[in-house]
């Protein structure tokens, strides 16, 4: 398989994948650490990766902030 991985994803975690195989690509070794959503979206797009991406997300329960994380690959 072949994936993309954004910054909140650890470069040995790309490591990994690649020592189990499958071509894996961090957006620091494409220079692309600082941009833009749609440009990360359309590179993984056009060459056919899975997007990896490591997601925090703030969740409010009445008064009790909590915090979750969620994985999302599109």
Known sequence: M???????I????VTWLR???HDAVH????NLQRSDDEVVLAKAR???RILSRWIWTLVIF????RTSTER???
């Open 2 to 8: 072949r994936f993309l991985a954004d910054m909140g």
């Open 10 to 13: 650890l470069m040995r975690t």
């Open 19 to 21: 020592s189990s195989g």
């Open 27 to 30: 957006l620091t070794e494409e």
């Open 46 to 48: 056009a060459e056919g």
């Open 62 to 65: 009445g008064s009790q902030p």
């Open 72 to 74: 999302h690959f599109i």
